[in-house]
Every structure is written in structure tokens, then in C-alpha cells.
T-cell receptor, first 115, second 119 residues
């Protein structure tokens, strides 16, 4: 149980284009999803928290218009990096809350490279 | 706001030996969870061990155990009989126990410790 699928695992895109990353809970309902960003050999930094059917809550300093988060269903949240630039190159990882207080599962992450 | 500090950017250990990773945290809350996560080169986050603050007994999971000192706000991880597969980046993390609010479910991570295991 508590399987989370994150796609794509890696993506290369051209500067100025948009990239969508999906985080999907396969066998449970995800009431809350968290999106993190991680630079090499650094810690995970929380970008935003999304709850199904409502607007995402962004952390201070995270550009809402650049990192669009949609949590339209209880099993899917998407992070869209709009007008990507090389400085957006990073590892993005989702974390999903299930129905128990212990039920948090990480996705496998997405390595984004903007060229 | 809570903070988590890992003061050891890198540690190394010989295979079969024991190593301890340090973590301190700062909080004004009395109920919370503490975690150690392992991130191998694949970058998949793997939960190693969890400790509830209200439990006095230190958590153990096979070769992994913690030394939880609530008053000192310290939460170290001991890895016994180290194996090559233990090589990874380890993160200490804090989560509030509260049932609601904007911080519900959020994890606060330390800076991480890169563990190298020598054969």
C-alpha cells in the first residue's frame, strides 16, 4: 500500500518552455500533497502544499505564477514550471499524505534540466 | 518556527563498524515527531526510523537506533554493523503533531549528512 508515482523521472527542456510534473497516489486517497525542491547535496526545501480542490499554499519566496500547482483530484497533483530557465534546474519531489497520521509517502522525484 | 540542525556535513565509517549521526532541533511544541530519512544516489527518500516525542523509549529498527533526548532537543541516529548499502545522504526531520493549521504535515529538514562506508 501507499504507492506514489511521480513522472517524469527526468526531463530536459529548452529555456522558455513549460514543464509539467505529475504526482499520483496509486492505491490511496491523497488529501494533501507537498512539493519540494532539492539542489545537489543540499536539503529539501518545501515549495508549496496542495489540498484537493483548493488553491495551493506557497512558501515564502516561491513564485506562484512560475510554479503552478494543481490538485484537481484525490489522487493527482501536478507541478508546472512555467517559462523555465536554467536556474530552475533542480530535483523536484512530491510527498503525499494518506489517511493515517503516519501515512506520508515520497514520490521518486523528477530531475529537471533546463538548457 | 522549528529548526533542525545537522552539524556533520560528512561522515565516514568502516564496514561492520558503528557510526552516529547527530541532529539537534529547536521547537516550542511539546508534541511532535522526529524522523531520519535516507537518500541514496537514486534520490528516493526512504524512511529509516520515526520517534514520537511523547514516547520516552528510543525507537529502534534492526541496525538503526536513535538516542532521543527531549530536554536537550537532540535526536542522534546510530547505525550498527554498517553495510556498504548504508552509504547515502541522511536527513533528520521534524513534524508537528498538531491536527490542523497551515503547518500541518509539513516536514522541516536538517541540512543532511553524507555517509560514506569504506569496505
Amino acid at each position: 500500500g501507499a504507492v506514489v508515482s511521480q513522472h517524469p523521472s527526468w526531463v530536459i527542456c529548452k529555456s522558455g518552455t513549460s514543464v509539467k510534473i505529475e504526482c499520483r497516489s496509486l492505491d490511496f486517497q491523497a488529501t494533501t500533497m507537498f512539493w519540494y525542491r532539492q539542489f545537489p547535496k543540499q536539503s529539501l526545501m518545501l515549495m508549496a502544499t496542495s489540498n484537493e480542490g483548493s488553491k495551493a499554499t506557497y512558501e515564502q519566496g516561491v513564485e506562484k505564477d512560475k510554479f503552478l500547482i494543481n490538485h484537481a483530484s484525490l489522487t493527482l497533483s501536478t507541478l508546472t514550471v512555467t517559462s523555465a530557465h536554467p536556474e530552475d534546474s533542480s530535483f523536484y519531489i512530491c510527498r503525499v499524505k494518506g489517511q493515517t497520521n503516519y501515512g506520508y509517502t515520497f514520490g521518486s522525484g523528477t530531475r529537471l534540466t533546463v538548457v | 518556527a522549528q529548526t533542525v540542525t545537522q552539524s556533520q556535513p560528512e561522515m565516514s565509517v568502516q564496514e561492520a563498524e558503528t557510526v552516529t549521526l547527530s541532529c539537534t532541533y529547536d521547537t516550542s511544541e511539546s508534541d511532535y515527531y522526529l524522523f531520519w530519512y535516507k537518500q541514496p544516489p537514486s534520490r528516493q527518500m526512504i524512511l529509516v526510523i520515526r520517534q514520537e516525542a511523547y514516547k520516552q523509549q528510543n525507537a529502534t529498527e534492526n541496525r538503526f537506533s536513535v538516542n532521543f533526548q527531549k530536554a536537550a532537543k537532540s535526536f542522534s541516529l546510530k547505525i550498527s554493523d554498517s553495510q556498504l548499502g548504508d552509504a547515502a545522504m541522511y536527513f533528520c526531520a521534524y513534524r508537528s503533531y498538531g491536527a490542523g493549521g497551515t503547518s500541518y504535515g509539513k516536514l522541516t529538514f536538517g541540512q543532511g549528512t553524507i555517509l560514506t562506508v569504506h569496505p
